[in-house]
């Protein structure tokens, strides 16, 4: 290589790190269905404390909305991504990453450590011995997204970021966007095909509770159900990329293949069926293999057909339109601030049990709409302007 051809070749990738190339158009019932599931979680979780265990919690299956968002991140990502590697490097494409997710991790981080100590109740035992000095050491390592081992759980409960619980699937979702730029992106369509199958295999497995790699002799309420994730700990990791693995691979096949379906009123039709989804009771009991097959049914054929329908469907009328674009504005914000305010709802229910139902149903109430206002407004105040900021930093350019 002549010395031009090398500075030509530090140019370019000069070029590729430091321009930010413009968004794509959205898909914005994706956007709007993301929403819906993110609202309907948000219940899901205020619903928990009065639940008895996985078998008995109202709006049962919320928590399959992790695994519909990782259907809609691998979508996205190939849409967004896919045909931009001549454009773009690697760190170009983590820095975009970091710039879209980060900032309200951190602020979210930061509101479970200031509601932290209104959270002491016997549900979190750990809260009440954990000294203050401790809690902003957290804090600054839940900054980095790095999961925390249990031997670091200042709450109780084993989580990966005890100050804000539902950081968890975001820490997925950082591999699984690292695993697509130095690996997945490579994959030919028939490879991706072959990992599809593959991954859906080891849904069916968990959803059925198969212990494959002898992991889960602990699982007893949430056997047959994908409940889990969020600990380093052997059953809870597999457990975690598992739910993770054949959502995102599948959202990335269908945005390769591009095979969408045109639906009337797409928005309407597809946030019915994953509200459907959701809020279905238990099936089967609190042992029963037909809540496995109903879960395994709803990640392997109903959430990747609900993507294909929303991205090849287009959303007509104000009304409309302007519920998908609220819904996807609030929709990663008030996913990844709200359990903080879960936190204190539990601990007050905890510390008050013998207070009126009137009382329980003021609280929850006040805590869902006070989620959707904080979540808004660190949208508008908060996560815009970091965003628009990072971006003047750390490229030089904005290109087409």
């Known amino acids: 290589m002549t010395q031009i051809d090398k500075m030509k070749s530090s140019a370019d990738a000069s070029f590729k790190d430091n321009v930010y190339l413009a968004s794509k158009p959205r898909y914005e019932i994706l956007d709007g269905l993301r929403g819906v599931a993110a609202l309907i979680i948000v219940a899901f979780h205020l619903f928990e404390t009065y639940s008895k265990g996985p078998a008995y919690?109202?709006?049962?299956?919320?928590?399959?909305?992790?695994?519909?968002?990782?259907?809609?991140?691998?979508?996205?990502?190939?849409?967004?991504?896919?045909?931009?590697?001549?454009?773009?490097?690697?760190?170009?494409?983590?820095?975009?990453?970091?710039?879209?997710?980060?900032?309200?991790?951190?602020?979210?981080?930061?509101?479970?450590?200031?509601?932290?100590?209104f959270g002491d109740c016997e549900a979190f035992p750990l809260i009440g011995k954990t000294p203050g000095w401790m809690v902003v050491v957290v804090m600054l390592l839940c900054f980095t997204i790095i999961p925390l081992p249990t031997s670091m759980d200042i709450r109780g409960w084993g989580e990966t970021n005890p100050l804000n619980g539902t950081v968890w699937s975001l820490q997925w979702e950082y591999l699984a966007n690292l695993l697509y730029a130095f690996v997945i992106r490579r994959l030919s369509k028939v490879a991706l095909t072959v990992c599809v199958f593959l991954f859906g295999c080891m849904t069916v497995?968990?959803?059925?509770?198969?212990?494959?790699?002898?992991?889960?002799?602990?699982?007893?309420?949430?056997?047959?159900?994908v409940i889990g994730g969020w600990s380093l700990t052997p059953d809870q990791l597999l457990i975690g990329v598992t739910r993770l693995l054949y959502p995102f691979f599948a959202g990335l096949l269908i945005s390769r293949v591009h095979k969408l379906i045109k639906v009337s009123g797409g928005f309407w039709w597809c946030g019915l069926l994953v509200a459907i989804v959701l809020v279905m009771p238990r099936l089967g009991g609190t042992t029963g293999w037909i809540n496995g097959l109903y879960e395994s049914l709803a990640i392997i054929v109903v959430f990747p057909l609900v993507v294909s329908m929303g991205a090849g469907s287009t959303v007509t009328g104000k009304f409309s339109v302007s519920v998908c674009k609220f819904f996807g504005e609030v929709s990663y914000p008030i996913y990844i601030t709200h359990y903080p305010l879960v936190y204190m709802q539990m601990a007050w229910a905890s510390r008050h049990p013998d207070a009126p139902l009137s009382q329980h149903i003021a609280v929850s109430v006040g805590i869902y709409i006070l989620a959707i206002f904080n979540a808004y407004a660190a949208y508008k105040l908060y996560d815009l302007p970091v965003r628009a900021w990072l971006k003047k930093k750390l490229f030089k350019q904005i290109a087409k």
Not at 83 to 96: A, C, G, L, P, V
Request: with cysteine; aromatic share 20%; proline share 1%.
């Open 57 to 117: 919690q109202i709006l049962n299956h919320g928590y399959l909305a992790v695994d519909f968002f990782f259907v809609l991140s691998g979508f996205v990502i190939g849409y967004a991504y896919d045909d931009r590697w001549d454009r773009m490097s690697t760190w170009n494409f983590i820095k975009r990453r970091l710039v879209r997710l980060h900032p309200m991790v951190i602020f979210g981080c930061m509101i479970g450590a200031a509601l932290f100590y």
């Open 205 to 225: 497995m968990l959803c059925f509770n198969i212990d494959w790699l002898g992991v889960w002799a602990q699982r007893t309420e949430a056997a047959y159900t």
